[in-house]
């Protein structure tokens, strides 16, 4: 493969600004109306989009794309195979990372924390909620092992459709939620002097600080 440079690629970030005045006391509050704005602006898809990072059972770290599914002063929740790999991964070391990134705002939200399941019955009801296909997905589908082909997982998925069979949700399969810890607002501002206010949890209250871009 050739060297390809791609340093000429660059952009100016002129749309908005994250002033030393905030007001808001709780990031939870801030990332609220941010959400809300990315949601409003019709120009990014799958606004609840976030990067989850984890380490492996090998040391490695390891990123992937999710989608949140509720979030509150409690936390982040999105939903997963317990057996996967992210799962294992969360068992093995439960502190994680959750990355935003909206692009057309020029906005990044970076979220350490430390992720648990949610309860049986908040798993259930949001399982229950699902689309008929996406419940015989989650449940045939040994999330992160090995398969032979892609008919094995097409063979599974008619099967179970045809049984007509009440669909329960797996054990293995639920919600897991973040316990934000720390957040980090990233607002693009011109000549790469960017704005990031972080929020730091500190004797269970929020601390907030501006750091060099």
């Known amino acids: ?59 490695y770290p390891r990123t992937r794309i999710v989608l949140l599914k509720q979030f509150s002063d409690d936390g982040f929740v999105f939903y997963t195979n317990y057996n996967s790999k992210k799962g294992k991964s969360i068992i093995l ?19 350490n924390g430390i992720a648990e399941k949610v309860s049986s019955e908040i798993s259930d009801i949001y399982f229950n909620s699902r689309p008929l296909e996406s419940k015989l997905g989650a449940i045939i589908s040994p999330q ?8 094995f997982l097409e063979n599974s998925f008619s099967k179970l459709k045809k ?31 960017h704005d990031r206010i972080q929020f730091e949890l500190e004797s269970n209250k929020w601390k907030k600080y501006r750091l060099a871009p």
Do not use: C
């Open 163 to 193: 049984s007509k069979s009440n669909l329960i949700r797996p054990e293995h399969w639920g919600g897991v939620i973040v316990k934000a810890e720390s957040f980090e607002f990233w607002q693009g501002r011109p000549n790469r002097l």
């Open 1 to 59: 493969m050739k060297n390809n440079n791609i340093g000429y690629l660059r952009k100016s970030y002129n749309k908005k600004t994250l002033n030393d005045d905030l007001k808001f006391s709780s990031p939870f509050e801030l990332f609220q109306v941010w959400f809300s704005e990315a949601l409003l602006s019709n120009s990014i898809e799958e606004v609840n989009a976030m990067s989850l990072s984890t380490f492996g059972e090998d040391g």
């Open 93 to 111: 070391n439960p502190k994680v990372g959750l990355s935003f990134f909206w692009p057309t705002l020029e906005r990044q939200v970076i979220i």
């Open 144 to 151: 992160s092992e090995r398969i032979p082909n892609r008919k």
